[in-house]
């Protein structure tokens, strides 16, 4: 059988694509797939799909003008060549056909360490603008698939497919759904989530506006594993994380999230009306891109970080937007899981 290593990692955003590729290729039962990541996000994610796991550290670019991130990022070089050497190492042992990498700073020693062993990769951008990463694993690829149209033309061997997603989202009951997560029925249900980690920004300003939205709405928080804090708000559930994301997206009547590319094309192809809140700070500014974007085409509304305050109104804005519900049902972007599993599969085929 092929064997095909895939690496990403650092955030949810850069592993959940990946899951959604694997697990369609698990369904062919002719490859064998491995996975390369950190002790970070990406191994709980991918523990419950029981592929053989090898852990190896990696350092990440800091940015923003403190001395601890300067001091970081001077160590980058030496640390990034233990990491490609210690990587080359396992991969000789399994010696892949192909590696599919989702970007990030996990991913660029397991390219680099492939690139010298000849091994072919594939490689997945997410964002509308290229991150650094996959910049830099670009000419070592012979594809880099990308979920936005306009951002193949970055790459000179750029390729559209879309943004895989898990097939676990969609189907799903929306009466059975609200049974599971809404103790109120009748009421419309607010999905909050700030990303695996969690957001301290959106989950204070949740807490802080939490009574009023629960006058009139359902609203689920997820705040992230470790932010967790007692509430006996009425009309108000919070969790840490959530395995079936198709499950709660099901019940939910609106999305109320960071801007990652994942989280906005999952609202999208579920036709959900979400209110975008985009990242600020140490950031090269993928969130606020992503964001633009969708706004101009009519598919969200966004909120800026520092007008979290104005959160109730922009609720109740998003939801009484029937022009964003009509343009949502209009809307072409869907799963590109088919797609990248072709890629995948067209690139074991040529070599």
């Given at each position: 059988m092929q064997k095909i290593v895939f690496t990403g990692g650092g955030s949810a955003g850069h592993v959940l694509p990946n899951v959604a590729i694997i697990e369609a290729l698990k369904q062919a039962s002719t490859y064998d797939l491995y996975y390369f990541g950190t002790?970070?996000?990406?191994?709980?994610i991918i523990a419950p799909l029981k592929l053989p796991y090898f852990c190896f550290e990696t350092p990440k670019l800091k940015r923003g003008g403190s001395f601890a991130a300067f001091k970081n990022n001077l160590s980058i070089p030496f640390r990034l060549l233990a990491a490609v050497k210690r990587v080359k190492k396992a991969l000789k042992e399994i010696r892949p056909d192909l590696v599919f990498s989702k970007g990030g700073y996990v991913a660029l020693p397991v390219v680099l360490a492939a690139a010298q062993l000849k091994i072919p990769c594939l490689s997945h951008e997410s964002d509308l603008t290229p991150g650094l990463a996959n910049r830099l694993m670009q000419r070592r690829c012979k594809e880099v698939l990308t979920a936005f149209p306009e951002t193949a033309d970055r790459f000179q061997n750029g390729r559209y497919c879309g943004q895989p997603l898990r097939s676990s989202l969609f189907g799903r009951s929306r009466t059975s759904a609200r049974?599971?997560?809404a103790e109120d029925t009748t009421r419309k249900v607010l999905l909050v989530f700030g990303g695996g980690s969690g957001s301290a920004a959106l989950n204070e300003a949740i807490r802080?506006?939490?009574?009023?939205?629960?006058?009139?709405?359902?609203?689920?928080?997820v705040c992230g594993r470790g932010n967790g804090m007692e509430s006996k708000l009425k009309n108000y559930r919070q969790v840490e994380f959530i395995e079936d994301m198709g499950g709660v997206y099901a019940a939910a009547d609106l999305i109320i999230s960071r801007a990652g590319a994942g989280a906005i094309f999952e609202a999208i192809a579920l036709k959900k009306p979400a209110l975008l809140i985009p990242l600020e700070g140490q950031t090269r500014g993928d969130q606020k891109e992503n964001a633009a974007y969708f706004l101009r085409r009519g598919l969200c509304h966004v909120l800026p970080q520092s007008d979290l305050d104005r959160l109730p109104e922009k609720v109740e804005e998003t939801l009484q937007d029937t022009a964003l519900y009509e343009a949502l049902l209009r809307a072409p972007y869907q799963s590109g899981t088919t797609a990248a599993v072709a890629a995948v599969q067209s690139c074991l085929q040529t070599e």
């Amino acid at each position: 059988m092929q064997k095909i290593v895939f690496t990403g990692g650092g955030s949810a955003g850069h592993v959940l694509p990946n899951v959604a590729i694997i697990e369609a290729l698990k369904q062919a039962s002719t490859y064998d797939l491995y996975y390369f990541g950190t002790s970070g996000i990406e191994r709980s994610i991918i523990a419950p799909l029981k592929l053989p796991y090898f852990c190896f550290e990696t350092p990440k670019l800091k940015r923003g003008g403190s001395f601890a991130a300067f001091k970081n990022n001077l160590s980058i070089p030496f640390r990034l060549l233990a990491a490609v050497k210690r990587v080359k190492k396992a991969l000789k042992e399994i010696r892949p056909d192909l590696v599919f990498s989702k970007g990030g700073y996990v991913a660029l020693p397991v390219v680099l360490a492939a690139a010298q062993l000849k091994i072919p990769c594939l490689s997945h951008e997410s964002d509308l603008t290229p991150g650094l990463a996959n910049r830099l694993m670009q000419r070592r690829c012979k594809e880099v698939l990308t979920a936005f149209p306009e951002t193949a033309d970055r790459f000179q061997n750029g390729r559209y497919c879309g943004q895989p997603l898990r097939s676990s989202l969609f189907g799903r009951s929306r009466t059975s759904a609200r049974k599971i997560w809404a103790e109120d029925t009748t009421r419309k249900v607010l999905l909050v989530f700030g990303g695996g980690s969690g957001s301290a920004a959106l989950n204070e300003a949740i807490r802080k506006h939490a009574s009023t939205l629960c006058q009139k709405y359902y609203l689920i928080h997820v705040c992230g594993r470790g932010n967790g804090m007692e509430s006996k708000l009425k009309n108000y559930r919070q969790v840490e994380f959530i395995e079936d994301m198709g499950g709660v997206y099901a019940a939910a009547d609106l999305i109320i999230s960071r801007a990652g590319a994942g989280a906005i094309f999952e609202a999208i192809a579920l036709k959900k009306p979400a209110l975008l809140i985009p990242l600020e700070g140490q950031t090269r500014g993928d969130q606020k891109e992503n964001a633009a974007y969708f706004l101009r085409r009519g598919l969200c509304h966004v909120l800026p970080q520092s007008d979290l305050d104005r959160l109730p109104e922009k609720v109740e804005e998003t939801l009484q937007d029937t022009a964003l519900y009509e343009a949502l049902l209009r809307a072409p972007y869907q799963s590109g899981t088919t797609a990248a599993v072709a890629a995948v599969q067209s690139c074991l085929q040529t070599e």
